[in-house]
């Protein structure tokens, strides 16, 4: 196993679409294992696997905090969404130190393929069913600051441009290294 590099904010891998999962083999399983550890040793509670670089739709949620075993969910989908709505604070592992608040769905059904290929059907509500729509909207290439409310934008606007930065500065320091 391996920790995988995580893709921070404004990458454009974070913005492009996934491509569904077609044959569940031994790359996959090994992509599934790093990206557990790599969740793990972050400290995050989900990941999606175009935040390691992988346009594949195939995503980490720990949808038991409590006893922590993380869950493959491979080409995911949510069949169905509660009527009632939370809004709570919500960060990512792309933007390190940001949070906002978000309004989701307090309850999902979502359907996906587990590591065997056998699709599975998880009901899930409060923290669990947010990490699973965040990590979800990865795969579409949608971002948890696109949902911020119109009273947390300004704020949000520097957080973000202090992230391009920070980005925009990491990739002129690898461009100085090539030879
Ligand atoms: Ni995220």
Same mark, same amino acid.
């Given at each position: 196993?391996a920790?995988?590099?995580? @893709?921070?904010?404004?990458? *454009?891998?974070?913005? =492009?679409?996934? $491509?569904?999962?077609?044959? &569940?083999?031994?790359? &996959?399983?090994? #992509?599934?294992?790093?990206?557990?550890? $790599?969740?793990?040793?972050?400290? %995050?509670?989900g990941?999606?696997?175009?935040?390691? %670089?992988? !346009?594949?739709?195939?995503?980490?949620?720990?949808?038991? *905090?409590?006893?922590?075993? *993380?869950?493959?969910?491979?080409?995911?989908?949510?069949?169905?969404?509660?009527? +009632?709505?939370? $809004?709570?604070?919500?960060?990512? /592992?792309?933007?390190? %130190?940001? @949070?906002?608040?978000?309004k989701?769905?307090?309850?999902?059904?979502?359907?996906?393929?587990? /590591?065997?290929?056998?699709?599975t059907?998880?009901?899930?509500?409060?923290?669990? =069913?947010?990490?699973?729509?965040? +990590?979800?909207?990865?795969?579409?290439g949608?971002?948890?600051?696109?949902?911020v !409310?119109?009273?947390?934008? &300004?704020? /949000?606007?520097?957080?973000?441009?202090?992230?391009?930065?920070?980005?925009? #500065? =990491? @990739?002129?320091?690898?461009?100085? @290294?090539?030879p």
């Amino acid at each position: 196993m391996a920790i995988l590099s995580i @893709r921070r904010y404004p990458d *454009p891998v974070l913005r =492009a679409k996934a $491509t569904p999962v077609k044959i &569940i083999n031994d790359d &996959i399983r090994r #992509l599934a294992a790093d990206m557990i550890e $790599t969740m793990q040793d972050a400290n %995050g509670v989900g990941l999606a696997a175009p935040q390691v %670089g992988v !346009g594949l739709r195939m995503v980490i949620v720990d949808v038991d *905090p409590e006893n922590h075993e *993380p869950r493959v969910l491979i080409n995911p989908v949510v069949a169905k969404r509660s009527r +009632e709505k939370d $809004t709570a604070d919500e960060g990512c /592992l792309s933007f390190p %130190g940001l @949070r906002s608040k978000v309004k989701r769905a307090h309850c999902v059904v979502c359907e996906a393929q587990n /590591l065997d290929g056998d699709i599975t059907e998880y009901q899930v509500e409060g923290l669990p =069913a947010r990490a699973i729509q965040h +990590e979800i909207d990865h795969l579409d290439g949608m971002l948890f600051v696109d949902k911020v !409310g119109p009273s947390d934008r &300004i704020s /949000l606007k520097e957080d973000l441009e202090e992230l391009e930065e920070a980005y925009n #500065l =990491a @990739r002129d320091v690898a461009s100085e @290294r090539l030879p």
